[in-house]
C-alpha cells in the first residue's frame, strides 16, 4: 500500500456544451517523501486528477468515478466534515496564480493562522508566533513585519511563498502544487523549488507537481506521468523517462525541447513546444487512440482500438500500441 | 477547477464570427427566461406600435358609462371620464415606448462619441470628462426632472430629456472602458502601430466592440426609462392630461381606489410586464454574453 | 488614508459649489423678472422690490452668485411663495419626516437585500435561488407607486388592517407612527431589496468562484468561514458601491411614496412646490438633495476604502 492510491479515476463534467471527460481512468500511486510530476498540456487533465484527492473540484456538476486512497482511507466517499478535516492538515494545496490565490481584503498572517486554528486550535497568539515561523521556513525575510500586510504588498515570488506557508503549515502528507513556478520570474523559479525540496527532506512530505514545464520536471520530480487528452500516456522514474521515453506523445515533447534545456534544469526552463495538430474535443470520447491525428508512428490498429497502459520496464508504463524502440535517443 | 472552466469560456470563443453567433443564440434559445422576456418585449412593442391603430379613441369621454367595470365594450373598464381604458393603455404603451426609446437613442446619441474620445485620448480629454461624469451623478435624476419641469414645464420632452440625460454618464463609462480594453488588443495596437488614423480604427475596431455592452445597457435603460415616465407623469412632473399616460392612468387610480379598483390594476401591471420583459431579456444577454458574471 | 480622505471632500466641496452654480444659474434661467419668480406670481411689488434689494438682483451675475452663496452658507433660503414662511423653516420641519422613512426603509433593503442575495448564491440554480431571483426580478419591475397603490388596496381598502395615509410624528405617538410608517417602509425598502440582493447576490458569486475562495476551501475551513468571512468581506466593497449608487434613487422613491401615502415629507414639499412653481423651495430642496447625494457619496467613498487596504494603505482613489 502507498502514501497515496488512486485507482481507476474518471472524473467529467456537466457543462451547458455537453459533459466534458477530464479524466479517464487514470490510475496512479505516490510514496511517502516522493515527488511525483504530472505534465502535459493545458486541458490533458493534470490538474483536475491532482484536485480530485482533496476533492476541490465544483461539487454539482463534477461527475467522479474510481477510487482515491490516502493511507488506506477510501477519499472519494468520505462525508465532508470529515474531508475538512483532511483539507490542509493531511493534504494541501498551492495553487498557480499566486496573485489572486490570497485573499486581498485580510493580511498574510491572519490568512496563515487561519489554518492552524483550524487544524492545530492554537491561540490567536501562538498562531501568530507559529506563523512568522513559518514564513521563515520559506525564506520570507523580516516575517514578522510581513505578517502584518496584506497580499498587494508584496511580490508575486514573496505571495507564491505564503501560499506555501499556509499549504505546508500543518505539516501535510501530501502537497499539491499546481504549476507552482509558471507565474513566477525564472530566478525566484529555482527558490521555490528548493523550498519544496526542502520541505521534503525535512517533513517527508509527499509532493505531486502539476507542470507543463519539462525542465521542473527534470530538476526536482522522482517519478512522472506524461497525461493526454485525460488519460496517462506514460509513467516512469524521470531519469528512466528522459533516457528511454517510449510513448511518441512523451519523445514529440523532448524532440522540441533542446538537449541543453534538459539537462540545464531550472535556470534553462522551457515550455513544452507545440506538437502540430489539435488536441480532440473532450466532449467525445471514441475507442481509438486519442493521439492519433498528431502521431508520426501511428497507424491502422490505432484507430480500431485504445492502447491501455502496458509494463515496458519495473516501474515503466507506456500505453502505445507502437512504442518506440528502446535505445533510441530523443 | 482551471480546466472545466477554460472548456465552456473558450468554447465561446473558438470558431468564426457567424458560427460564434449561432452559438450565442443556441445557449440563448435554450434558456426559458430569456425567451418569456423576448415575448413580452414583443407583445410590449405591438401593443404599442398596432394597438392604438385597433382600440379606439383614448380620449373620447362618456359621461353614461363612468368608472365602469370590465365588460365586453371596454374589456379593461372605463375611467372616471367614461374612457375605454384599454384605448388608454395602448396609446399609454406608445408614451411609454417614446419615452424609453427616445432618451435611451439620446444618452447613446450623446454618450457614444463622448465616451470613444475620452478613451482615446486620454491623456486630455479623459480627466475633463471623468470630472463632468462625476458632476453628472451628483445629480439624482429626480433633481433633472424637478429642474427641467420647473424650467420648461412638465412635459414628455422634459421627461426624454431628463431620462437620457441621467444615462449618460453610464453610457460614457460603459464605451469608455470598452476603448481601453481593446485599445490594448493586439491587433488594434498594431493598426495604430502601423500608423492608421484615430477615426478609422475608432469606426473600424473600437466600435463593434462596443456593441454588446452597449445593448445589455440598453436592455437596462429602457426599462428604467418606462418606470422612470410613468413615476414623473404619475407625480404630474411629466405627460400631462389628457394624454394617456401609464403614470397619469395610476394619478386618476389613485382617488378611485375603493369605487373602482381596476383602474389601478391595469396600467400598473401593464408596466410591470413591459420592464420584466426587458428585464429578463438584459439579464439573458448579459449571461450568454458573459456566462461567468452571473447576474 | 488621511490624504484620501482629504482628497475626496476637496472633491466635493467643487463639486457642491459647481451644483451651486447650476441651481443658482437654472433659477436665472427661468423666463420672466427673477425677483418676480422668487416673490411668486401675486406677490404685492413691496414684497417684489423688497426681495430685488435683499439679493441684489440688480447686479452682476457673478456679485448676486457671490451674495447667494453668503445667504446659503448663513441659513437664509429666502422664503417660500405659498406662505412666506422662511424656507429654511420648512425644511426643518419635511426632513426628519423623509429622513426617518428612508432609514427605515434602507434598513429593510440592507437586511432582506443583502441575507436574499448571499442565500441566493450560496444556493445557486436551486429552490431558493429561483425564490430570490423571482422577487429580484418583481422588485426591479414593479414600480414603487404601483406596489404602493396595491398595498394600500390590500391592507387599507380591503382588510382595513392599516391606515392609508397621514403622518403623526414619532415623538407624539410612537404606535401610530410605526404603524403608518409601516407601509410607505415596506413598499420603498423592498425595490431597494430587490437592487442589493441581485448586486448581492452577482459579487457572491464571482467572489465564491474566486480563485481565494478556492484556497480558504482547501485549507478545510468549515463552508460558513469560506462564505462568512473570505467571499462576503469582498462582496462587501460591491453592496457598499451599489448603496451610493442607489441614493438617487432611494430620493426619487421617497419622493413617490411620500406622494402616495401622503406623508408630509421633504418628496411632498418637492412636488408640491414644482407643481405651484414654487421657486425658492426648488432652489432650496435641490440644493439639499444635491448636498445630501454628495455627503453620503462621500462616506461611501470613505467606508469603501476601510474595507479594501489597497485604498487605505496607499490612499490612491479608485474607479
Redesign the interface.
Known amino acids: 500500500m502507498s502514501l497515496l492510491d488512486i485507482t481507476d479515476l474518471t472524473v467529467g463534467?456537466d457543462?451547458?456544451?455537453g459533459h466534458?471527460h477530464?479524466v479517464k481512468e487514470v490510475s496512479l500511486s505516490l510514496e511517502e517523501g516522493e515527488i511525483l510530476a504530472l505534465c502535459g498540456e493545458?486541458?490533458c487533465?493534470k490538474?483536475?486528477t491532482a484536485?480530485s484527492v482533496?476533492r476541490?473540484?465544483?461539487p454539482?456538476?463534477t461527475r467522479l468515478t474510481g477510487s482515491i486512497r490516502l493511507d488506506g482511507r477510501e477519499l472519494t466517499t468520505l462525508p465532508e466534515p470529515q474531508m475538512?478535516?483532511?483539507?490542509?492538515?493531511e493534504v494541501?494545496?498551492v495553487?498557480?496564480?499566486p496573485m489572486?490565490?490570497?485573499?486581498?481584503?485580510?493580511t498574510v498572517g491572519f490568512q496563515i493562522a487561519?489554518?492552524l486554528r483550524?487544524?492545530e486550535n492554537l491561540s490567536r497568539g501562538a498562531a501568530r508566533r507559529r506563523a512568522v515561523e513559518l514564513l521563515e521556513l520559506v525564506g520570507i525575510p523580516a516575517p514578522a513585519q510581513r505578517i502584518k500586510e496584506?497580499p498587494?504588498?508584496l511580490s508575486g515570488g514573496m505571495r507564491q511563498r505564503v501560499?506555501i506557508a499556509?499549504?505546508v503549515a500543518c505539516s501535510p502528507r501530501v502537497l499539491i502544487a499546481d504549476e507552482p513556478t509558471t507565474a513566477l520570474d525564472v530566478t525566484i523559479q529555482a527558490g521555490v523549488l528548493d523550498v519544496f525540496r526542502d520541505l521534503r527532506d525535512r517533513l517527508g512530505t509527499a509532493i505531486i507537481l502539476i507542470t507543463h514545464d519539462l525542465g521542473v520536471v527534470a530538476d526536482i520530480a522522482d517519478r512522472a506521468v506524461i497525461m493526454y487528452a485525460g488519460r496517462a500516456a506514460e509513467q516512469a522514474p524521470v531519469e528512466e523517462l528522459f533516457a528511454r521515453p517510449l510513448h511518441p506523445y512523451t519523445l514529440g515533447l523532448m524532440k522540441a525541447l533542446p538537449a541543453a534545456a534538459v539537462a540545464a534544469g531550472p535556470g534553462g526552463r522551457r515550455r513544452l513546444a507545440e506538437i502540430p495538430g489539435m488536441v480532440p474535443s473532450?466532449l467525445a470520447d471514441p475507442a481509438e487512440c486519442a493521439f492519433h491525428a498528431r502521431c508520426p508512428s501511428g497507424q491502422d490498429d490505432c484507430l480500431a482500438a485504445r492502447p491501455s497502459l502496458v509494463r515496458h520496464g519495473p516501474a515503466h508504463l507506456a500505453a502505445c500500441f507502437h512504442p518506440a524502440r528502446s535505445g533510441e535517443q530523443p | 477547477m482551471a480546466d472545466p472552466m477554460t472548456v465552456s469560456v473558450g468554447a465561446i470563443r473558438v470558431g468564426s464570427p457567424a458560427e460564434r453567433r449561432r452559438r450565442l443564440w443556441r445557449r440563448f434559445r435554450r434558456r426559458p427566461m430569456p425567451m418569456a422576456g423576448l415575448v413580452l418585449v414583443a407583445g410590449f412593442l405591438l401593443l404599442a406600435l398596432v394597438g392604438p391603430l385597433v382600440t379606439g379613441d383614448p380620449i373620447i369621454q362618456d359621461y353614461a358609462a363612468t368608472l365602469a367595470p370590465p365588460s365586453a365594450a371596454h374589456p379593461m373598464g372605463t375611467d372616471d371620464l367614461g374612457r375605454d381604458v384599454l384605448a388608454r393603455i395602448a396609446s399609454g404603451a406608445r408614451v411609454s415606448l417614446q419615452a424609453g426609446v427616445l432618451s435611451t437613442l439620446l444618452a447613446m446619441v450623446a454618450g457614444i462619441p463622448i465616451g470613444l474620445l475620452a478613451g482615446f485620448y486620454r491623456r486630455w480629454l479623459d480627466p475633463l470628462v471623468g470630472r463632468l461624469v462625476d458632476v453628472t451623478l451628483a445629480f439624482p435624476f429626480l433633481v433633472f426632472a424637478v429642474g427641467l419641469a420647473a424650467i420648461i414645464g412638465p412635459s414628455l420632452t422634459g421627461v426624454v430629456l431628463a431620462l437620457g440625460f441621467a444615462q449618460l454618464p453610464a453610457v460614457i463609462r460603459i464605451t469608455r472602458g470598452e476603448v481601453l480594453a481593446i485599445k490594448e488588443m493586439d491587433y488594434v495596437s498594431a493598426a495604430i502601430a502601423d500608423g492608421a488614423a484615430d477615426g478609422h480604427i475608432l469606426l473600424r475596431y473600437v466600435l463593434p466592440n462596443c456593441a454588446g455592452p452597449l445593448i445589455v445597457q440598453a436592455t437596462v435603460a429602457i426599462p428604467t426609462a418606462i418606470i422612470g415616465e410613468a413615476t414623473l407623469s404619475f407625480l404630474g412632473l411629466g405627460v400631462q392630461p389628457p394624454t394617456p399616460s401609464w403614470g397619469v392612468m395610476l394619478t386618476v387610480a389613485q382617488q378611485y381606489l375603493d369605487v373602482a379598483p381596476w383602474l389601478a390594476i391595469w396600467p400598473g401591471l401593464l408596466i410591470a410586464l413591459a420592464t420584466l420583459g426587458f428585464n429578463l431579456l438584459g439579464d439573458g444577454l448579459r449571461d450568454v454574453l458573459d456566462p461567468r458574471s452571473g447576474l | 488614508m488621511t490624504w484620501f480622505i482629504l482628497r475626496r471632500c476637496g472633491a466635493a466641496v467643487i463639486v457642491l459649489l459647481l451644483g451651486s452654480v447650476l441651481i443658482f444659474l437654472g433659477v436665472r434661467a427661468l423666463p420672466g423678472d427673477p425677483a418676480l419668480v422668487m416673490a411668486g406670481e401675486d406677490a404685492s411689488p413691496a414684497l417684489v422690490a423688497a426681495i430685488r434689494e435683499e439679493y441684489g438682483l440688480d447686479r452682476p451675475l457673478p456679485v448676486q452668485y457671490v451674495e447667494y452663496l453668503r445667504q446659503t452658507l448663513s441659513g437664509n433660503l429666502g422664503r417660500s411663495t405659498q406662505d412666506q414662511l422662511p424656507v429654511a423653516t420648512i425644511l426643518a420641519e419635511r426632513l426628519p419626516v423623509t429622513l426617518e422613512l428612508t432609514a427605515l426603509a434602507m434598513l429593510v433593503a440592507v437586511t432582506v437585500g443583502v441575507l436574499a442575495g448571499i442565500v441566493a448564491a450560496v444556493r445557486r440554480g436551486r429552490a431558493a435561488d429561483y425564490v430570490a431571483t423571482g422577487f429580484g426580478l418583481a422588485g426591479l419591475s414593479i414600480p414603487h407607486f404601483w406596489l404602493g397603490l396595491l398595498a394600500i388596496l390590500l391592507f387599507s381598502v380591503t382588510l382595513r388592517w392599516l391606515p392609508a395615509s397621514g403622518y403623526v410624528p414619532f415623538t407624539e405617538d410612537p404606535v401610530g407612527n410605526l404603524q403608518r410608517m409601516l407601509l410607505p417602509t415596506l413598499v420603498l425598502g423592498m425595490g431597494f431589496a430587490a437592487v442589493l440582493m441581485r448586486q448581492t447576490r452577482s459579487a457572491m458569486l464571482s467572489a465564491l468562484s474566486a480563485d481565494y475562495v478556492r484556497t480558504a476551501r482547501s485549507k478545510g475551513l468549515p463552508e460558513r468561514a469560506v462564505v462568512g468571512v473570505h467571499a462576503l468581506r469582498n462582496s462587501l466593497t460591491t453592496v457598499v458601491t451599489v448603496l451610493g449608487l442607489q441614493l438617487g434613487a432611494l430620493i426619487s422613491g421617497a419622493v413617490v411614496t411620500e406622494q402616495i401615502f401622503v406623508i408630509p415629507g421633504f418628496g411632498k414639499l418637492t412636488v408640491d412646490a414644482v407643481l405651484t412653481r414654487n421657486y425658492p423651495v426648488i432652489q432650496a430642496v435641490v440644493l439639499v438633495t444635491v448636498t445630501a447625494y454628495v455627503v453620503i457619496n462621500l462616506l461611501v467613498d470613505i467606508v469603501y476604502a476601510f474595507l479594501n487596504p489597497r485604498i487605505r494603505l496607499s490612499g490612491a482613489s479608485h474607479g
Open positions: 463534467f457543462t451547458e456544451d466534458v477530464a493545458s486541458g487533465g490538474t483536475v484536485m482533496p476541490l473540484l465544483p454539482r456538476t475538512r478535516q483532511v483539507r490542509g492538515k494541501s494545496v495553487f498557480q496564480e489572486t490565490s490570497l485573499n486581498p481584503s485580510f487561519e489554518v483550524r487544524h496584506y498587494h504588498q501560499m499556509i499549504a473532450p
